[in-house]
């Protein structure tokens, strides 16, 4: 792939997956948000639990089909994708994707900070600034009803952000990000849930060494009692994946 052609697709279980690295991903969305055309652009960062999740929410699979750009959050793709199309696809976590950005563009970047609960998303933004010298275009909390989605948008579109971070947890983002994409105006709009809890520091990334093999999801799941009643759906998503393998 050259910076300028897109990368190659797959399909999985009807939904995009593009096959890109983390470097050329960065720079896709770098020429994205500087382009001077400020054309919007989503980015959805695919997980096993949005597969399941998007079954029964036809809503979420239209925006994922629509977005601009899927990249496998995680080695549960990865797994689907061999198992599946016999591709071996490159991981694109959204962490990385928004770390690596802010590094690479530092004060240049005007983000918008929107998700998590009240007061997150300003600790956040404060870590970023202090960390890599980006500009905060924006901030607001991620517990709103969809009867002020609207108004967010237009604050989110009146802010010249050039990346939107949309975490309000899998489906509602991606759904918010791709209906308002107009009235948002951000040439980068990317859900990455819990992202901005990470950035704040009221969440931990997942230890280094668990992140190398690939297999981080274990230690979230094991260490977040709330998570706990998540494993049954990984569970899951490996009988689709192989359900889906006979089918084919
Ligand atoms: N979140 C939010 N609004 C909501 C639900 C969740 O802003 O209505 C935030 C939550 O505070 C967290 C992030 O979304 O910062 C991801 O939440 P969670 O891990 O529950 O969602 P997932 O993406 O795992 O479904």
Redesign the pocket.
């Known amino acids: 792939m050259t910076a300028s052609s897109p990368p190659a697709r797959l399909s999985l279980f009807d939904l995009p997956l593009d096959v890109i690295t983390l470097p050329q991903t960065l720079d896709r969305l770098s020429g994205w948000m500087f382009a001077a055309t400020r054309a919007p652009h989503t980015v959805v960062t695919l997980n096993p639990?949005f597969i399941v999740q998007s079954r029964t929410q036809p809503e979420f699979v239209r925006a994922m089909q629509d977005a601009d750009l899927v990249t496998a959050d995680g080695v549960g793709i990865v797994y689907a994708a061999r198992q599946l199309a016999g591709v071996d696809v490159p991981r694109a976590p959204g962490f990385d994707i928004v770390k690596g950005l802010m590094e690479r563009h530092g004060a240049d970047l005007r983000v918008f900070f929107l998700?998590?609960?009240p007061g997150?998303a300003e600790q956040a933004a404060q870590n970023a600034v202090r960390d890599y010298g980006i500009q905060v275009a924006g901030i607001h909390?991620?517990?709103f009803g969809t009867d002020e989605d609207q108004r967010v948008a237009e604050l989110v579109g009146a802010s010249g952000a050039h990346l939107l971070l949309t975490?309000?947890?899998?489906?509602?983002?991606e759904i918010f990000n791709q209906y308002w994409r107009q009235i948002l105006n951000t040439p980068v709009a990317i859900g990455c849930?819990?992202v901005?809890?990470v950035l704040a520091g009221t969440a931990q990334l997942a230890p280094d060494w668990t992140r190398k093999l690939g297999v981080e999801w274990v230690w979230r799941v094991a260490g977040d009692r709330k998570r706990w009643n998540r494993a049954p759906r990984l569970a899951q998503f490996v009988g689709m994946v192989q359900a889906e393998k006979r089918r084919k």
């Open positions: 639990e998700g998590a609960k997150v909390h991620g517990y975490a309000m947890g899998a489906g509602r983002q849930g819990g901005i809890d």
